[in-house]
């Protein structure tokens, strides 16, 4: 079964960091493009970051931009969000997510979809 | 914000027949790029239920179709069902942000 387990989340103070991963498994994992994208509570959904299958290209949105930096681990089958400098409205449930290619094709959809870490960045 | 723009909630009759637009742009759906859509049931994550347009995932029911036309895309659902309630979200790809783009996503009541 293909499954994507994410973990990190947490309660941070602005300008504080953390660090996601999530957990692939059921699959070739370096076969894939992997991404992360966010919901915050009752929002619609926003593609942060994604990364092709051998970590050389990557894509950020103009909101993380700067801040967030994607990683993966093809020995570990794992993926990482690194999310620094971070502000009140980077908070929501972060959901790990496989691409349909492997690398960062504009005709990617995703599945499957982790079922998320919240990330609340509250004072 | 989303630049792919979708009615934020339409509603049924059990039985009836739903449809739910997504309009983009020129630099989205209008370049050619395609549309996949994902259902969204209370309290869970996103699943694929339409990818390249109108192609369904092994176990989704052939109640739910898509197409696509110009910068617009749409998905039907026939035959509504209450296990339909939830809320659906199309994606795409845009060439000016060189980002996907999600739908603002709709709710789908089913009276």
Redesign the interface.
């Known amino acids: 079964e293909v499954q994507l387990v994410e973990s990190g989340g947490g309660v941070v103070r602005p300008g504080g960091s953390l660090r996601l991963s999530c957990a692939a498994s059921g699959f070739t994992f370096d076969d894939y493009g992997m991404?992360w994208?966010r919901q915050a509570p009752g929002k619609?959904?926003?593609?942060v970051s994604?990364i092709n299958w051998n970590g050389v290209s990557k894509?950020y949105?103009?909101s993380v931009r700067g801040r967030f930096t994607i990683s993966r681990d093809n020995a570990k089958n794992s993926l990482h969000l690194q999310m620094d400098s971070l502000r009140a409205e980077d908070t929501a449930f972060y959901?790990c997510v496989r691409g349909?290619y492997s690398g960062h094709d504009?005709?990617?959809?995703?599945?499957?979809?982790?079922?998320?870490t919240l990330v609340t960045v509250s004072s | 914000q989303s630049v792919l723009t979708q009615p934020p909630s339409v509603s049924g009759a059990p039985g009836q027949r739903v449809t739910i637009s997504c309009t983009g742009s020129s630099s989205n759906i209008g370049t050619g790029y395609d549309v996949h859509w994902y259902q969204q049931l209370p309290g869970t994550a996103p699943k694929l239920l339409i990818y390249d347009n109108s192609n369904r995932p092994s176990g989704v029911p052939d109640r739910f179709s898509g197409s696509k036309s110009g910068t617009s895309a749409s998905l039907a659902i026939t035959g509504l069902q209450a296990e339909d309630e939830a809320d659906y979200y199309c994606q795409s790809y845009d060439s000016t942000l060189s980002v996907y783009v999600f739908g603002t996503g709709t709710k789908v009541t089913v009276l």
């Open positions: 991404s994208v619609g959904l926003e593609w994604g894509g949105a103009d959901h349909s504009p005709s990617n959809w995703f599945d499957p979809w982790g079922q998320g």
